[in-house]
């Protein structure tokens, strides 16, 4: 089992920049894949950036690329979410998921093992 609380969210006008953070507790933190997904109110919970165990590989969606940066500190058991430019597009509920494996289908929330309560992030126009 692991546990993830997302931190972070909050309201900011369109252009503005938010950080939200992901912290893990329980079993041993680089064993997982870590994620980042939404979702929208009436929306399906969408896929907006993964980082592998060691950290060496990201990816994210198309609708985030050159806006949003995925990392992560294990020794801090920690994944940071740095959101720029943002949209009102990007508005939703932000959560945290992790898996024990970096193959397969990345953007699937139905691969992903362990989530977070969500982060609320809101992008006024």
């Known amino acids: 089992q692991v546990q993830l609380v997302e931190s972070g969210g909050g309201l900011v006008q369109a252009g503005g920049s938010l950080r939200l953070s992901c912290a893990a507790a329980?079993?041993?933190?680089?064993?997982?894949?870590m994620a980042w997904f939404r979702q929208a109110p009436g929306k399906a919970r969408d896929f907006v950036a993964a980082i592998t165990r060691t950290g060496g590989r990201t990816y994210y969606a198309d609708s985030v690329k050159g806006r949003f940066t995925i990392s992560r500190e294990n020794a801090k058991n920690t994944v940071v979410l740095r959101m720029n430019t943002l949209l009102p597009e990007d508005t939703a509920i932000y959560y945290c998921a992790a898996r024990i494996y970096d193959y397969g289908a990345i953007g699937s929330p139905t691969e992903y093992d362990y989530w977070g309560q969500g982060t609320q992030v809101t992008v006024s126009s």
């Open positions: 329980g079993r041993t933190f680089n064993n997982y894949l």
